[in-house]
């Protein structure tokens, strides 16, 4: 008598929705980034990261006023101050007028930017170091969905800044540094920038979106890409940039 052989069937990852990735993605992430492997997205996450930085654009010129950031920011920097402190007064009201007047426009073009192009730049390195150095094989696509769902705890971020901005004394509100997840809202006024630089970019969102991009990578390929390896190419990239922020900070202060 023969018997028959039943093929043994490979699990596939459940099938997320694009939007319920965006939760699997802070709740769930190993099923989310494998799902988001087999099938790429990364508009969701994107569109919502740039809708709450827009809110909180909007809110911090209802509720703090451009003027006083821009005051705090001149008093925070020597160099700002020496620069506007050698221009006659009547001067130097009009630089504070045209500034205030294109300052949400900056902050609206710039958030914009930085959440479009940031996220591309990252996940085109990141892609280059795995293909490079782990033979992983990663497409762009990929890649791109792995950061920006990577991102999603500065989502969270962002919602509480805005619960921020609603409760607090607008006149003791860092614009800067919301919500304060990081040593750097522990720094005097007037501290040097570097410090400043350095400090506020140990942040426990950032933390959390970093692990999250290393458990991404692994899980498009765990045979070639070991969670030890995705957290050390991650977390290197991340100190690079730290190091040439930190280095800008101190070069133009």
Known sequence: MSSTTVPTQQQTPASVSSFGRVFGALFD?????????????????????????????????QRVGWRQVIEKQIANSPSAQQRMEQLPPEQRQRVMETQTKYAAVFGYVSVILY?????????????????????AKVGFSTSLGIVAHSW?????????????LFIKD???????????????????EGSPKW?????????????????????????????????GMALGCVVGLWILWVFVKVGFAAAFS
């Open 152 to 164: 999603m705890p500065y989502a969270i971020s962002a919602l509480l800044g805005i619960v921020i």
């Open 29 to 61: 992430p190993k099923p989310t980034f494998e799902s988001i492997a087999q099938r790429p997205s990364w508009v969701w996450p994107l569109l919502i990261l740039i809708v709450l930085s827009t809110v909180i654009i909007a809110l911090v010129g």
């Open 195 to 227: 410090l400043v630089a350095l400090l506020t970019s140990l942040d426990l969102f950032t933390f959390w979106a970093l692990l999250l991009e290393a458990i991404g990578y692994r899980a498009t390929n765990p045979k070639k890409i070991s969670f």
């Open 115 to 135: 959440l479009t192009v940031g996220p591309v730049v990252v996940a085109a390195l990141l892609l280059a170091i795995f293909n490079v150095i782990g033979g």
């Open 170 to 188: 607008p006149t003791t509100i860092d614009v800067q540094n919301l919500v304060a997840s990081n040593p750097g809202a522990l720094l005097a």
